[in-house]
C-alpha cells in the first residue's frame, strides 16, 4: 500500500483501539445497553434519510442488526460494565476472527489452511490463560460475555458475506435500524426505568463526547475509512493492520485508565496475538491478485 494508505490504516486502528477507553468512560454516566441502543440510533439517524436501502435482503439486513448491535455491542458493554479491563476486552474481542473462520468453514463451506487452524487453536489456548488469571480482577461473567461478543461478530462477518452489500456502508446505516429496539425492551427489562430516568438527567460532558466519539470516530469516519482500503488493495493486505487494535487498545487503557495487566493477562494477551498472526497472515499464493472475499468489519 502506499505510505498514505498505510498511514490511514494505522489510524483506524488506532481509533478503534481508543474506543475501548471511550466506552469505560461512557459507561460511568449510561447503563450499557441504554447506552448501546444510543450508539445505533445516532449511527442510523438522521445518515437513514439520506444513504439508499442497500440491495440486500432484508431478512439479512435485521440478522446483521441483531448480531452487531445486540450480540457484539451489547454483550461487549454488558461484559465490560460487569468488570472486563478495557485494554483486556480490545484483545478478547479480536478473536471474532477465530469464530468469522469456522462459522466461515460451517455455513460456507470454506477451507481454512493448516496455519488458520493453528492460529486459533492458539489464540484460544491463549483466552484460556487470561481466563486462569481471572481471580485476581476479572469476573468470569464479563469474560465470557466478551467472548459472546465476538462470537456475535463472527457471525455478523459471514451474513455479511452471504449478502455482499455493493454498498457497505449503506448496510451498517440501515442495520443500525435494527437494535435500538430490543435493546432498549433489554434495557427497560434489566436496568429499569430509574437508571434510564437517572441516565437521561444525569449524563455529563464526558458521556455525551464518548457516545459522539463511538458514533462519529469510531462508525462513520473508521469504518468508512476501512472500507476504502479493502475496496483499493486485497483483504489480506489490509486485515492485518487490525491486529495493532489491541495493542492501542491496551496501551490507551494503561495510560488514560491506569489498568495495569498481571502476569497472567500479559502472557495471555502475548499467546492471542501469536494466535491472530497466524490467522491474519496473508496467503502468498492470493495476495498478488486476488483480493478474496470482503469482511464488514464495525468496531465496537
Known sequence: ???????????????????????????????PLLFASLRFVFVALPAVLFVRRPAVPLRLVMLIGLFLGVGQF??????????????????????????????????LGERPTRRQLI???????????VAAGRAEGVPLVALVLVVGAAASWGASNVATRIARPPEALALVVWASLVPPVPLLGLSLAFEGPAAIATAATGFGVEGVLALAYLVVLATLFGFGAWTTLLRLHPAGVVAPFSLLVP????????????????????????VVLAGLVLINLPDRRLAAGSQGPRRLAVPP
Do not use: K, Y
Open 74 to 107: 451489547g454483550l461487549l458493554l454488558v461484559g465490560m460494565d460487569l468488570g472486563m479491563p478495557a485494554g483486556l476486552a480490545s484483545l478478547v474481542l479480536q478473536c471474532q476472527a477465530i469464530f468469522t473462520l469456522a462459522f466461515a468453514v460451517a455455513l
Open 1 to 31: 500500500m502506499p505510505p498514505l494508505h498505510v498511514a490511514v490504516a494505522a489510524l483506524v486502528a488506532a481509533v478503534w483501539g481508543f474506543n475501548f477507553v471511550v466506552i469505560d468512560v461512557g459507561l460511568r454516566d449510561f447503563p
Open 247 to 270: 495493542l492501542f487498545g491496551m496501551s490507551s487503557a494503561w495510560l488514560v485508565l491506569g489498568e495495569r495487566p498481571n502476569a497472567w493477562e500479559l502472557a495471555g494477551a502475548c
Open 119 to 129: 492460529g486459533g487453536v492458539v489464540a484460544f489456548a491463549g483466552i484460556g490463560v
